[in-house]
């Protein structure tokens, strides 16, 4: 049985097309500091064929599932455990809504509102919830036990006993 705690993990996606653009990526990267979030991991890379078709299951049958995957194989992505007290709506709120121009005109000052393309070069991907989070993880960064991490660390993130590795992009517990 998961452990809970006022703290939510969220996957957070910087799509390939914003990671070829380094002064967009450092303003969300700003945005997500700004906004309180703590990265518990970080990682650049390509996904994988597999890991993308895993990923986006769900839309399978959907028309622009081979577009999707395409995009999303198509070059490096930053991909991120972020944590903080509601952290999937959070996310999802800065990010804005899913379709860019509902964005634009909506949420203009949101990640999507300004670097969202298409509604599938819609700049970011949040977790829509506590459940699909813990699903996205396990795929994209199956090292990171879940459970572990709220046992051995949350109360320490939760607490602030963080230092915060600007070139890695990463939040690491203070020894206690």
Not at 113 to 122: A, E, H, V
Request: glycine share 4%.
């Amino acid at each position: 049985m998961p452990v809970t705690s006022c703290f939510q993990l969220t996957l957070a996606i910087i799509k390939p097309h914003v990671v070829k653009n380094p002064i967009a990526t450092q303003k969300i990267r700003e945005l997500i500091i700004a906004s309180n979030f703590k990265i518990v991991k970080f990682k650049r890379k390509l996904i994988s064929l597999p890991e993308a078709e895993k990923f986006y299951d769900e839309h399978k049958r959907k028309f622009f599932y081979n577009r999707l995957i395409t995009f999303m194989t198509s070059g490096p992505s930053d991909m991120m455990i972020l944590t903080k007290e509601n952290a999937v709506k959070d996310w999802r709120d800065l990010m804005g809504p899913t379709k860019v121009f509902k964005a634009q005109f909506e949420a203009p000052d949101s990640i999507r509102g300004k670097y969202g393309l298409s509604d599938t070069r819609n700049a970011t991907h949040g977790s829509d919830s506590v459940d699909s989070a813990r699903r996205e993880i396990g795929i994209l960064f199956p090292e990171f036990n879940i459970d572990e991490w709220y046992l051995k660390e949350e109360q320490l993130f939760r607490l602030n006993k963080l230092s915060f590795y600007e070139d890695k992009f990463i939040h690491v517990p203070i020894d206690r």
